[in-house]
């Protein structure tokens, strides 16, 4: 019982914070673009998360007449369970479980996504949402494999699949220091993963007809909005317990974390959408090779860390 109503304080906590990130989002996009942006409701626009929330799921709910109304209806509410499903692994100490395979969950998980994408591309029916969906689902595949394989080489150097002994690994030193292209690699495949610029294929508003969400408005929309900035805000939190110290209990962990979501809105406000064949030629030619070397440098680290161990 005590587990269940901590996961609930985290929820709560998890939607608080997207909304909140919206806002930064919109700030920090004004002020590179010298304007203001939200400053109306509340003091310095501080309450309008709450404001653009209220009237999202107050509007009016189309339904389009060719959908497959059930699935199309269930589709969002899938993507923000299994966003919030991944906050599980969230490493606390106290009245919580302890996941020994966090890693193999996490992954498990977050290759769920592809399911809410390309069932809500199909399930509006519409060429546009269809396309979307396609571009979308093989981008996530694609970025999917080396994210994966990243992953494995941290799980090499400190031989658990617990988050825990992320924490315990990286007393005396950062993995970021061991590897910074990797670390790079990394926010790439993160960026590419969760949709956001410049990757945004599947919700390019501004020329590809917003993708696979098209058909989708007000409280559907909402839904899967929050399901994508909470997915966001989980990646950047796993950058910093993989690659820059996880110690979750000091007050720095949680300003290196507001960085690294800073990190997604500055990339967004600088540079430009990719083009497609570039950004497939990038995941296979680029960051699956440099993935596949770096997993056979960590192995043989491994092996020499144990020769020493032994002898």
């Known amino acids: 019982m ?95 479980l302890e996941f020994n395979l966090g890693v193999m969950f996490f992954l498990c998980v977050s290759s769920l996504s592809v399911y809410g994408l390309m069932i809500c591309g199909w399930s509006s029916n519409s060429v546009y949402s269809m396309l979307g969906c396609i571009r979308s689902v093989s981008q996530a595949i694609s970025y999917e494999v080396s994210l994966s394989l990243i992953l494995l080489c941290y799980f090499l150097l400190v031989d658990s699949y617990n988050f825990i002994s992320f924490f315990y690994g990286q007393f005396s030193i950062w993995f970021v220091t061991l590897s910074v292209p990797l670390f790079m690699c990394w926010l790439s495949c993160c960026m590419a993963e969760s949709n956001r ?47 820059l110290g996880c110690n979750f209990n000091e007050f720095n962990f949680y300003l290196k974390l507001i960085f690294l979501c800073f990190l997604f809105l500055w990339v967004r406000g600088t540079l430009p959408r990719y083009r497609y064949d570039k950004l497939m030629y990038l995941a296979w030619k680029c960051y699956l090779p440099v993935s596949l070397n770096y997993i056979l440098l960590f192995l043989l680290l491994s092996v020499l860390c144990l020769y020493h161990f032994f002898l």
Request: hydrophobic letters at 50%.
């Open 2 to 96: 005590d587990f269940f109503l901590i996961y609930l304080f985290l929820l709560i906590f998890v939607l608080v914070s997207v909304g909140f990130f919206t806002l930064l989002e919109r700030k920090v996009l004004g002020y590179m673009q010298l304007r203001k942006g939200p400053n109306k409701v509340g003091y310095l626009g501080i309450l309008q998360p709450f404001s653009d929330g209220a009237k999202l799921f107050l509007k009016e709910q189309v339904f389009p007449m060719n959908s497959n109304y059930l699935i199309y209806m269930i589709c969002p509410f899938f993507s923000l369970f299994q966003s919030l499903v991944m906050w599980v692994l969230f490493p606390m100490y106290i009245n919580s």
């Open 197 to 243: 610029t410049p990757f945004d294929f599947s919700e390019g508003e501004s020329e590809l007809v917003s993708g696979f969400n098209v058909e989708y408005g007000s409280g559907g929309f909402a839904l899967l909005f929050i399901a994508e900035y909470s997915s966001i805000i989980f990646i950047c939190l796993l950058s910093c317990i993989i690659f």
